[in-house]
């Protein structure tokens, strides 16, 4: 359904505020022009964002400050739904209403702009739209966004968070503090206030402007701080332009924020007019043994990137339902340390042990394909300028899937300016994020799909350019091979709350064998702090449209019952449902396989055991179920006990409740198969 209206109001001297609600009435946005133009937000008479201000600043003219106010709004609704090629769902609701207020100035030279501002039922978005002018005619460039979000009761709100332009990028663990502890913090942001009410600030739709972060001025005040060119300017563009949306999600609960599209609703409509060439799936890599230094990705006698193991790994790919292989480090460029090697990769020609053609030769006659993958470590001008043929290798290989990474250190990405100079990015920096959106077109013209590592952070820009199935953005699971420390038992617990609620996220699940550094006194007890049963629920608590089974194939073969579930776990949805959680504590979410009966449930924890008791409503009335059950053993624990795991089958019904005992880091995943 989709309905419109229409409102008009004249310009009044006298108005100095309009207000306009969600369509379910909780949420109200204020905006009103005393002493410059600001707004607020309540949620159900509560207020979460006290009065904060709106304006921007430019380099060459006066920007858009206190002195404007409200010339006209404009008010709209929208009803509709659309369809998800792929996702946690094939049907999104967009229910909003919206209010276009336009401020002007009679002292600035550059004297109007527009915020558009659409309230949903689960938060809000507003953006920037400034149209051409007198002094904003050519090239603008933006020196600040002077957008606030002023939080109530600051020392008694609790923040989760991870730094923002730190060396490490997204790839911090996140803190637990009051929100006055913070400094300069990424998005999402997520926070919970003293009455309750979750709410998470980021953004939607980033295309050609910079990163918004979060700095915190005097407690509570959180202004928008984005992230700078090399030369210190913010953004440059030209006159008639737009911002992504500054977005707040708002529940009266941590699980509300699970369930939330508004990310999605957005951005625009898919610019792939036929999507029939995306294909979510699962995969297997040669990957997880380089982490745990069984192979290397540099040549030699360790070499794990062969044509011998690739077919190797593609027979297992095949004998187990798995569509993809990622094999890493078969490109020139290797050698030494990688991490400094931007300069030197090349990513047409292989390493002399590896033949693309006979792989992916191998693979098609399987049915299982080759997932590329390209390391840039951080030099993006040697990217760019190989990148056609790099891409035309692939389409000529039938290689439909590109993992590409960024690897380096946060304000080191490479670039080579018009005249030769070498100079220094960060990754969520205006170019970068022109970048990285340039490979996902490129590659959508060759029908390829990208998974990007080390990238920028999700927006939720896979509505229109869906073949950008996922990526990274935070601490994944190969720092349990290496990090001292690894990810601690709330990580997972804490991932969705935060980081996800950006979008998917290439975590890559599935660690069978915890004991790969037990001869290795320099890594003693760095390992996924985990239990088995936990490693098995990720694959539906953490969503991605492409899902690894990161271990390797022995470790599988050595314990078949459980690699069952891995087979059996879809990877792309027709329904998602967030049951229950709080954040960093647990989370239960039930999801639906796409155009299918059967349902599957991921439930894990942090280090507290727990008992959880789960209705099971979300089940089809009036049909039975088949529920197997990975569950921790009663002596499950993630530290001296993490193979403790019942496999066990029960029947169920919607009317049914079932109580999931949760080891310290443990979980359990429930395959529900309907019963025909």
């Known amino acids: 359904m989709f309905a419109l209206s229409f409102a008009l109001l004249p310009p009044q001297a006298t108005a100095k505020s309009f207000n306009i609600s969600s369509p379910d009435g909780s949420i109200t946005l204020a905006v009103n022009d005393d002493n410059g133009p600001s707004y607020r937000v309540s949620f159900n008479g509560l207020t979460v964002i006290e009065p904060s201000q709106l304006g921007m600043a430019f380099k060459a003219v006066p920007g858009f400050d206190t002195s404007f106010t409200i010339a006209s709004v404009e008010q709209n609704q929208v009803n509709s739904s659309w369809q998800q090629p792929w996702g946690e769902r094939q049907t999104v609701v967009d229910h909003h209403n919206e209010l276009l207020v336009r401020f002007n100035s009679s002292r600035q030279l550059s004297n109007h702009y527009q915020v558009r501002f659409r309230v949903f039922n689960d938060g809000l978005g507003f953006r920037y739209e400034v149209p051409k002018q007198n002094g ?22 609790t923040a989760w968070w991870i730094p923002a332009r730190g060396w490490n990028r997204y790839e911090y663990l996140y803190n637990t503090t009051p929100l006055s502890d913070i400094d300069r913090v990424h998005t999402p942001f997520t926070f919970k206030l003293k009455n309750r009410v979750h709410v998470s600030i980021h953004e939607a739709a980033l295309v050609d402007y910079a990163a918004m972060t979060l700095n915190q001025q005097r407690t509570g005040k959180l202004k928008a701080d984005l992230t700078p060119w ?9 006159a008639d332009f737009h911002t992504p949306w500054r977005t707040i999600q708002i529940s009266p609960d941590a699980v509300g924020l ?66 993809g292989v990622l094999v890493e480090g078969w490109n020139i460029g290797w050698d030494g340390d990688w991490f400094f090697n931007g300069d030197i990769f090349n990513f047409t020609r292989s390493y002399d042990d590896f033949d693309l053609k006979a792989v992916t030769d191998y693979g098609q006659k399987l049915g299982v394909r080759l997932i590329g993958h390209h390391e840039t470590s951080g030099s993006v001008t040697n990217y760019r300028n190989q990148l056609d043929d790099a891409y035309d290798l692939y389409q000529k290989h039938h290689v439909s899937q590109i993992k590409t990474g960024y690897v380096a250190d946060g304000g080191d ?64 699971q190969e720092f349990n091979a290496w990090a001292n420390p690894a990810n601690g038992p709330e990580h997972t617990a804490m991932l969705p709350f935060t980081r996800m609620l950006a979008g998917p996220m290439d975590f890559t699940p599935g660690i069978f064998n915890f004991d790969f550094n037990d001869d290795n006194p320099e890594k003693a007890g760095i390992r996924p702090q985990t239990t088995l049963a936990k490693q098995l629920a990720l694959y539906v608590v953490l969503y991605s449209p492409v899902q690894m089974a990161a271990d390797l194939p022995r470790n599988y073969q050595a314990n078949l019952p459980a690699f069952q579930f891995i087979k059996d776990v879809p990877a792309d949805w027709q329904q998602s449902q967030a049951l229950a959680g709080e954040v960093g504590d647990y989370v239960v979410f039930a999801r639906q396989e796409r155009n299918g009966k059967d349902w599957y449930l991921g439930a894990l924890t942090d280090e507290q055991a727990r008992e959880v008791e789960i209705p099971l409503s979300f089940l089809e009335s009036g049909t039975q179920y088949q529920a197997q059950i990975y569950r921790d053993g009663a002596k499950a624990h993630w530290l001296n006990n993490p193979y403790d795991l019942v496999i066990e089958q029960k029947t169920v019904t919607a009317k049914d409740k079932l109580t999931l005992s949760l080891a310290a880091s443990g979980g359990t995943a429930i395959r529900f198969k309907r019963i025909r």
């Open 258 to 323: 699970l369930n939330s599209d508004l990310i999605l609703n957005l951005n625009e409509p898919s610019k792939i007019a036929d999507t029939s060439w995306i294909k979510p799936g699962k995969y297997i890599g040669i990957w997880w043994g380089m982490h745990i230094n069984e192979t290397t990705w540099g040549s030699g006698d360790r070499h794990g990137a062969t044509t011998s193991e690739t077919k190797r790994y593609m027979d297992f790919a095949a004998e187990n339902g798995f569509d």
């Open 230 to 238: 090399s030369d210190g300017i913010l953004v440059k563009t030209k």
């Open 413 to 476: 990405i490479k670039r080579i300016d018009e005249s030769g100079v070498v100079r220094h990015e960060w990754h969520d920096g205006q170019f970068t994020i022109g970048e990285y959106l340039h490979s996902v077109k490129e590659a959508a013209k060759r029908k390829i799909s990208i998974n990007t590592h080390e990238p920028i952070k999700d927006t939720g820009l896979r509505r229109t350019y869906p073949n950008w199935l996922t990526r990274e953005g935070a601490r994944g």
């Open 136 to 157: 904003l005619t050519g090239m603008v460039e933006i020196t600040d966004e002077l957008t606030e979000f002023n939080i109530p009761e600051a020392e008694q709100t």
